[in-house]
């Protein structure tokens, strides 16, 4: 009585069950389709993920110890892994980068932060502190120091090509630059 009820349970629930005999060399018991619906793969929306960073850090008032407290937190509900450049382009630059270096919402101040390196100001304490976030924030969430790495290279790269003062490896010896009239210095 008990194995009908089972079979019946199961069976109204997109399960198919075969309860063959005991001695026979066909399981007694399989289980086949499934009752939930298939887990979906979870999307890539870097825009939430910055609305979410952005809001906590436009709350944090510009206070540096609240800033690696809310990234500590938000750590462990977001995916950091996953939006890795986002998350970087936020605390760098203070929104997402378009592929030229522009930011993506300009106009849209809600999805821009000044609690970020380049608002910062130019002094060398001021940039120890923004240091000393992302210090914690590595030490935190290891897996983020490759993308740290490959973000600065990125960076560099970007303002390498927008040097104004043309610089030609010599064939031996020093480096050497010209100004704009063509003198060496």
Known sequence: MVLNWLKSYLTDRSFVINLGPFNSRKPWLTLSGSCCVADEKEKFEPTVFRDTIVLGLNDSGGDLEAVSKFLDVTGSRVDYRRYADTLFDILIAGSMLA???SHIDEGDQTKVTTVCVFGAEESHAAQRL?????NKLIRRYKYLEKAFEEEVKKGWLQTSTLRTLPCRPPLSGPLRCQDRTGSAY
């Open 99 to 101: 592929p030229g270096g």
């Open 130 to 134: 923004y240091a000393q976030v992302f």
